[in-house]
């Protein structure tokens, strides 16, 4: 069993920048790959960035790359989702999840309960 647990959303101006962790207890974090998704009001939710288990591979949806870094520190069983150059269309609530394989899709086995985050225009 996996439980993982969201932090850093928040009220940002567009242009700015927010940082999102997420600590994952359970022996087998080191071993499954991490994805951040989010959803906006109305809309599916959708995988923003995923990082396997080695942290040597990552996926990042188009809308985001070039802007989103995501990372782990296997060591502290946390993943980050470094967000700069926010746009309000960013604002969504932010989901970690973790599965043992990087998916592409909503499928994974584990989810947190997210964090919101909002960017003013």
């Known amino acids: 069993q996996v439980q993982l647990v969201e932090s850093g959303g928040g009220l940002v101006q567009a242009g700015g920048s927010l940082r999102l962790s997420c600590a994952a207890s359970g022996r087998t974090f080191s071993s499954y790959a991490m994805g951040w998704f989010r959803q906006a009001p109305g809309k599916e939710r959708e995988l923003v960035a995923a990082?396997?288990?080695?942290?040597?591979?990552?996926y990042y949806a188009d809308s985001v790359k070039g802007r989103f870094t995501i990372s782990r520190d296997n060591t502290k069983n946390t993943v980050y989702l470094q967000m700069n150059s926010l746009k309000p269309d960013d604002t969504a609530v932010y989901y970690c999840?973790?599965?043992?394989?990087?998916?592409?899709?909503?499928?994974?086995?584990?989810w947190g309960q997210g964090t919101q985050v909002t960017v003013s225009s």
């Open positions: 999840a973790s599965d043992p394989r990087l998916r592409i899709g909503i499928l994974w086995d584990y």
């Open positions: 990082v396997r288990w080695s942290g040597t591979s990552t």
